[in-house]
């Protein structure tokens, strides 16, 4: 058995194209100004070459009016979503997997009969990117987004490489005083770790195969999110056998 590497320079989290603003927009007319992202939180486990990413962002209408919005986030060719979830004042919505026009048929039922709906779809134009839209956010109501993923990761010379764009909290949103960006980072490898480095300053501890990397910023993100892994022996070849609980 022999592991391949793939070069720094692979595409899995390629920057998103200017063709969308990323994050939550609104698309009411005249309601534009009145969406606040008051945080963003990310939590990651690594596990070998492979991720599974929960981003959690945190909006609020402060205007006087419901509204619908589009929120739209990056998402590489090495990636794929594999759930989201929508609480409205704390009240949880649970997407389910629906063919395209289906979907979107009973998106706009939801929204013309005044209830709750969320909606998301891949832009069949954009590969890097998908778009979740959400109709009928009431006045002053808060809203969480949850999108969850898997993800591979990249390997160069020995070294595990996550990139998280800086477009998971867009420089374009407009702010909430004083909002928040935290993100935790679990790691379980099969060989030794020898370093672990994160562009961004925040908190690192690890053993010998396990590491934990915790960050808590201001909003917005002026970079992205580059987190490096050294493994001891990164060549060497190995199996993982998972254990289903339950019958």
């Known amino acids: 058995t022999k592991m391949t590497e793939k070069p720094r ?41 492979v ?88 006045a002053h109501a808060e809203v969480v987004v949850q999108v969850r993923c898997v993800l591979e990761l990249c390997m160069d010379q020995g070294h595990l490489h996550l990139l998280l764009p800086a477009a998971v909290a867009p420089c374009s949103a407009l702010y909430a005083k004083e909002a928040r960006f935290t993100a935790r980072f679990s790691l379980r490898m099969p060989y030794d770790i020898d370093a672990v480095h994160c562009s961004l300053e925040g908190h690192v501890k690890s053993t010998a195969t396990l590491a934990t990397v915790e960050l808590d910023c201001a909003l917005p993100l002026l970079c992205d999110l580059a987190l490096d892994v050294r493994l001891r022996d990164a060549r060497q070849p190995r199996m993982w056998v998972e254990t289903l609980s339950g019958p």
């Open 9 to 49: 320079t692979n595409s899995a989290h390629k920057k998103p194209t200017d063709a969308e603003p990323m994050g939550l927009v609104a698309s009411s007319v005249g309601h534009t100004e009145a969406l606040r992202l008051e945080s963003v939180h990310v939590r990651a486990q690594l596990v070998d070459l």
């Open 51 to 138: 991720g599974e990413l929960s981003v959690l962002h945190h909006y609020r209408n402060t205007g006087d009016h419901p509204l619908e919005a589009q929120f739209c986030f990056p998402l590489g060719d090495g990636a794929a979503v594999c759930g989201f979830e929508a609480f409205v004042n704390g009240r949880r919505l649970v997407g389910r997997v629906e063919e395209k026009q289906v979907a979107r048929a009973t998106y706009r039922r939801a929204v013309a009969r005044g209830q709750d709906a969320y909606l998301l779809e891949q832009q069949a134009q954009r590969t890097d990117a998908f778009c979740i839209s959400l109709g009928n956010v009431p």
